[in-house]
């Protein structure tokens, strides 16, 4: 069974940084695009990120270009997303996902880890 | 960009009951819109992709249809499992869009 799992969430200072990472199993992870997506406390859901198999290929929601930046290693089966300058509104749950490409969406999703941005 | 309006925001209902939620594109797109279900404290579950295709293992009251620019989610007769957090999402070029969500509420 695919399974998903984030790690590396907390409190961080505004203007701080913080990685996440995001353990794959149970599927070929080499072999999917891959997403971060957020969502603020009371909020809706927020694409954040995109990255295809080899990681040569990564797409960001506007708003973030910039500060943000989307990873992975095959060899570890793990997405990555670099965090910097970060602010209040950052403050989310941040679940990774993996892409049906023949579905144009996420059908695995893991558990999130939440990102708490304050002083 | 493409702008995705869900509603409505609140819906209220009953065991029982069929209930439609609505998705409008702000432009002609094409059926990449899928829909989700998330529970408090859970990651979004996949229902409906491709406007229409019930993803394998979801119950049957759950559909999904399209017409022009509008999405629409039908639950045939709510089970109390249903009562939930919805949104539609659509996928264009790489980029991916969320309506807000309509949260349905037990009456």
């Known amino acids: 069974e695919a399974h998903l799992v984030e790690s590396g969430g907390g409190l961080v200072r505004p203007g701080g940084s913080l990685r996440l990472s995001c353990a794959a199993s149970?599927?070929?992870?080499?072999?999917?695009?891959t997403s971060w997506v957020r969502q603020a406390p009371g909020e809706g859901l927020e694409w954040v990120a995109n990255?295809?198999?080899?990681?040569?290929?990564?797409y960001y929601v506007d708003s973030l270009k910039g500060r943000f930046t989307i990873s992975r290693d095959n060899a570890k089966n793990s997405l990555y997303l670099q965090m910097n300058s970060l602010r209040a509104e950052d403050t989310a749950v941040y679940y990774c996902?993996?892409?049906?490409?023949?579905?144009?969406?996420?059908?695995?999703w893991g558990q999130g880890t939440t990102v708490t941005v304050s002083s | 960009d493409i702008q995705m309006t869900q509603s409505p925001s609140t819906l209220s209902a009953s065991v029982g009951d069929r209930v439609t939620i609505t998705c409008r594109a702000s432009q002609s797109l094409s059926s990449w819109l899928a829909w989700f279900q998330q529970k408090p404290g859970k990651a979004p579950k996949l229902l409906i992709y491709k406007a229409s295709t019930l993803e394998s293992g979801v119950p049957s009251r759950f559909s999904g249809s399209a017409s022009g620019t509008e999405f629409t989610l039908t639950i045939s007769s709510l089970q109390p499992d249903d009562f939930a957090t919805y949104y539609c999402q659509h996928y264009d070029n790489y980029l991916y869009t969320f309506g807000q969500g309509t949260k349905l509420e037990i009456k």
């Open positions: 990255i295809n198999q080899d990681g040569s290929e990564k």
């Open positions: 149970g599927f070929t992870f080499s072999s999917y695009w």
């Open positions: 996902a993996r892409i049906v490409a023949a579905a144009g969406t996420w059908d695995v």
